[in-house]
């Protein structure tokens, strides 16, 4: 399973956009790049998944440059509740998915 | 989507005894995963427990201190045995769901354990 390795915690202001950047130099063909978000006390929430290039859904973005090893994931005009955990993570889209948690990062949202 | 949920929510338990954590989803899965997570540290998988078959432990991991249970496609079981200070955690169950070219697992709310 490739490894990823992300900021430990990042700062951010409400309103503004907030880009993470995750790296996985080793991963291979078949893996997926899926990001979680966890609050205090309860369990990860998937916020999206890709392959390549640029995957967009109601919560954030995706980008993953061509030669995918790395992803940035883009949380546009960030509120307080989104303060959390964020997750990236690289596995087999394939029954028997195994996630790998890295350390995940800390996001901060002050007023 | 899919919604778990896990009991107990919490416990404290003395050293030596065994508690059983009890997940439900929703809908009916094939494949689920029990993860531990220490507070302030991310998640470790235990194991993947598929219907119909015998969990498949990852390292660190053993059955008999972490026995788990997959009666049906809606309801797993994990207990933890023996227990020591150590084992003191948040213990989640997850399942995975299939749906278009996406592949996405589903996480229930945790179980806060103290051992004393």
């Known amino acids: 399973l490739a490894k990823t390795t992300q900021p430990i915690s990042m700062d951010s202001y409400e309103g503004q956009e907030v880009n993470i950047t995750c790296s996985h130099n080793?991963?291979?063909?078949?893996?997926?790049i899926t990001w979680y978000q966890q609050f205090p006390s309860q369990g990860p929430r998937f916020i999206i998944q890709?392959?390549?290039t640029k995957v967009t859904n109601e919560v954030a973005s995706l980008f993953i440059p061509a030669d995918r090893k790395s992803s940035t994931l883009s949380l546009p005009r960030v509120s307080l509740s989104d303060t959390a955990v964020y997750y990236c993570?690289?596995?087999?889209?394939?029954?028997?998915?195994?996630?790998?948690f890295g350390g995940g990062t800390r996001v901060l949202v002050k007023p | 989507s899919a919604v778990i949920s896990q009991k107990p929510s919490r416990d404290i338990c003395q050293r030596g005894t065994s508690l059983t954590i009890q997940c439900q989803v929703d809908s009916q899965v094939t494949m689920m995963f029990w993860y531990r997570q220490q507070p302030g540290q991310s998640l470790t998988l235990i194991a993947t427990?598929?219907?119909?078959?015998?969990?498949?432990?990852e390292s660190g991991f053993v059955i008999d201190k972490f026995p788990i249970s997959r009666p049906n496609l809606t309801f797993s079981t994990l207990t933890v045995s023996n227990m020591s200070p150590e084992d003191s955690s948040i213990y989640l169950c997850?399942?995975?769901?299939?749906?278009?070219?996406?592949?996405?697992?589903?996480f229930g709310p945790g179980t806060r354990l103290l051992v004393l």
């Open positions: 427990a598929n219907q119909g078959s015998e969990a498949t432990y």
């Open positions: 080793n991963i291979a063909t078949n893996d997926y």
């Open positions: 890709g392959y390549k």
């Open positions: 997850s399942c995975l769901l299939s749906g278009g070219n996406q592949e996405t697992q589903y």
């Open positions: 993570l690289v596995g087999i889209k394939a029954a028997g998915n195994k996630l790998t």
